[in-house]
């Protein structure tokens, strides 16, 4: 009996549960999947989650109810990889040997990385959206909070879902408007980014939208440190924001266990190829999802597309055959504008959001880089789509794992 | 898109002045772009920028930090080495994209 391996039971390592399952053969293939959670979250409801929008119950299920019959599922911390052994050493000391290895262990947000950011101050005026307890705790400061500078603030790139924090920006004005306490709160948006949008064609149509909503840019802020007790946030050029509520996206890095493993790159990032996902480790081991360093965007969307890939390529190298290089960074994410409204980009290594319809040329329904009500019911959709097709490895209609310039205005 | 001639090579440039052709880059170029961002190129800028290039080749996102635990710069010297916005004037006189988000 052959062994392959997931590290992983997040959105990617679940996708290729599914997916190889039904490929592989159950007398020739034995499928393990390792994760140290038994919870399997939705990370795209934690940007709802602080807003009331979203209960925390409608962004968790448990791990085991997408893990397919016939893989075996570990609930285990992993401690690191032994590549010149083609092991796995758990934390409880014991080991899982594999032919094939597919490293899906996410990221995580390193609040530490930054002085002073994860100090007393950490989920008391200083907090994360990118956890479930980060989330979660920031509901519960925001039914209470009086209003005063809230600076919404991205530490340094890459992160996972890049516009998650602007996003979260545009939210609060609903948010505060609806409470009718806008007057009250001032929104700073604060990137190392020289700007909100920083493609041309995306940063044509979208600067409206920081007047519109009141929100005001610091771009250029390469944070060094934050004075929790003055509460402001200081950078390398000396360059100061005051805040009164600060949420941040903390530097995002690799589990640790990639760094015990001794391959990662200095966030922890697994060196992958970026058309055919194969580790540039060892040609057994293969990546997905938010653990590898590829230029393509970190998000859920992305790791479906690279799952349907990657599955052809496990197969192909199985059989011997040459690897497919056709991973093309392809990305389709919608991103809320507030006020029941949303906007849709497709984009992919090459090709940077341009407006068009989708995913039917010339039809749509939907529009991109424009807002609408149907992009927001597409973005609240998604959440069905994930736990009913995307995690289960179901193909989405319409949408191929490479990105189409049909109906698509360049 | 326009063209611009740096040190007698004619080399292709987005809106913002980045070349979009690193075929097209040497170092009498960037060294113009350097002049024209008011920087005077020592060994140690060229130090920063072949590590730039390097990182660029190789696919992995910049980023200020990155830079700063590369082992060339601290984070501090590069902010005297390319004043006022380091890695936007360091990727341009590498003749690099600017370090972008998805949109
Ligand atoms: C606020 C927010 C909003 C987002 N919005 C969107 C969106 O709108 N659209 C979109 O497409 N994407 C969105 N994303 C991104 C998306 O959620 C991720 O890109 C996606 O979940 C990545 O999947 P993954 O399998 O690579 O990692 P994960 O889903 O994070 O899974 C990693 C798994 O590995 C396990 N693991 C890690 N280390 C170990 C270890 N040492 N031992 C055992 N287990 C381990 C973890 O427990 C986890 O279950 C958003 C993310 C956030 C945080």
């Not at chain 1, 549960?17 to 053969?25: D, E, I, S, V, W």
């Not at chain 1, 101050?121 to 519960?140: C, E």
């Not at chain 1, 009718?180 to 995306?202: C, H």
């Not at chain 1, 970190?298 to 011997?320: M, P, W």
């Amino acid at each position: 009996m052959k062994k392959l391996l997931i590290l992983g039971a997040g959105t990617s390592g679940t996708m290729m549960a599914n997916h190889l399952r039904k490929k592989l053969p159950n007398n020739e293939w034995d499928i393990t999947i390792v994760d140290k959670e038994k919870t399997h979250y939705y990370q795209p409801g934690f940007l709802f989650l602080p807003f009331d929008i979203y209960k925390s119950k409608q962004v968790k299920k448990s791990i085991d109810k997408f893990i397919p019959k016939g893989v075996n599922l570990v609930r285990e911390q992993i401690d690191r990889i032994n590549k010149d052994e083609d092991q796995v050493i758990l934390q409880n000391g014991k080991t899982l040997s594999y032919d094939i290895l597919i490293i899906a262990t996410g990221t995580n947000i390193a609040p530490q990385e930054i002085e002073g950011m994860s100090g007393k101050y950490w989920h008391k005026d200083i907090f994360d959206f990118y956890t479930y307890r980060g989330a979660k705790n920031l509901r519960n400061k925001l039914r209470e909070w009086k209003g005063g500078k809230l600076v919404v603030h991205i530490c340094e790139m890459p992160i996972k879902c890049p516009v998650a924090p602007l996003e979260f920006a545009f939210l609060a004005d609903s948010f505060f408007i609806n409470k009718n306490m806008r007057d009250k709160v001032e929104i700073t948006f604060v990137t190392p980014m020289d700007g909100a949008f920083t493609k041309p064609k995306a940063s044509k149509e979208l600067s409206y939208l920081l007047e519109e909503k009141n929100i005001k840019l610091v771009p250029n802020f390469n944070i060094e440190r934050v004075d929790g007790e003055n509460k402001k946030i200081i950078d390398y050029a000396e360059q100061e924001v005051d805040y009164d509520l600060l949420v941040t996206v903390p530097t995002n890095m690799g589990d640790e266990l990639i760094e015990r493993s001794g391959f990662g790159d200095d966030l922890n990032f697994v060196p992958t190829d970026k058309a055919t996902l194969q580790t540039k480790v060892k040609e057994n081991i293969f990546a997905i999802g938010d653990a590898t360093n590829i230029p393509a965007s970190k998000a859920g969307s992305v790791a479906h597309f690279e799952a349907e890939i990657l599955t052809e390529n496990i197969v192909r190298y199985i059989d011997g055959k040459e690897l497919k290089n056709k991973f093309d960074g392809h990305a389709n994410c919608f991103i809320e504008t507030g006020h029941g409204k949303a906007l849709l980009i497709d984009f992919n290594y090459t090709h940077e959001p341009v407006p068009g319809s989708f995913p039917l040329p010339g039809v749509g329904p939907l529009r991109l880089l424009k807002e609408s009500y149907m992009n927001h019911m597409g973005k609240l959709a998604f959440r069905w789509i994930y736990w009913n097709m995307l995690i289960k490895g179901k193909h989405i209609p319409f949408v191929t794992p490479e990105m189409s310039t049909a109906g698509k205005e360049f | 898109m326009s063209e611009k001639t740096y040190a007698g090579v004619t080399v292709n440039c987005n809106d913002e002045g980045y070349l979009t052709d690193f075929a097209q880059w040497n170092k009498e170029v960037g060294a113009a772009i350097a002049k024209e961002e008011g920087i005077e190129m020592t060994d140690k800028h060229w130090e920063v920028i072949n590590y730039l290039q390097e990182q660029h080749k190789n696919g992995v996102p910049l980023s200020i930090r990155k830079v700063g635990k590369s082992g060339v710069v601290n984070i501090k010297e590069l902010y005297k080495l390319f004043p006022g916005g380091p890695l936007k004037k360091s990727t341009k006189i590498a003749g690099i994209p600017k370090p972008v988000s998805c949109i």
